[in-house]
């Protein structure tokens, strides 16, 4: 079992930046990826963002590129979504998830964090 924790969610004017933070319990060969996601309410859970540890394979949505960074700091077990230039459109609860191969899909990540609320005011 891989336990996740976001934090690093809050309130922010529209133009403004946020960075969340996702600590993974530890890595082995089942959470090689982590990826972001988010959710609006009302919405289906949308694919943000995924790469693997080493940083070498990295997909994102054509909705957050040149926005939106993930990163990972391999020591501390974390990954990082850096998310610049926000848009109230980008309110939502923020989601990490680890699985094994870079997708897009939820239902093929095996492990959740509880999320994290992002809310963008305009």
């Known amino acids: 079992q891989v336990q996740l924790v976001e934090s690093g969610g809050g309130l922010v004017q529209a133009g403004g930046s946020l960075r969340l933070s996702c600590a993974a319990s530890r890595r082995t060969p089942s959470n090689n990826v982590m990826g972001w996601f988010r959710q609006a309410p009302g919405k289906e859970r949308e694919f943000i963002g995924a790469l693997t540890w080493s940083g070498i394979t990295t997909k994102y949505a054509d909705s957050v590129k040149g926005r939106f960074t993930i990163s990972t700091d391999n020591a501390k077990n974390t990954v990082y979504l850096q998310m610049n230039s926000l848009k109230p459109e980008d309110t939502a609860v923020y989601h990490c998830?680890?699985?094994?191969?870079?997708?897009?899909?939820?239902?093929?990540?095996?492990?959740w964090g509880q999320g994290t609320q992002v809310t963008v005011s305009s």
């Open positions: 998830a680890a699985g094994n191969y870079v997708n897009n899909e939820a239902r093929l990540y095996p492990y």
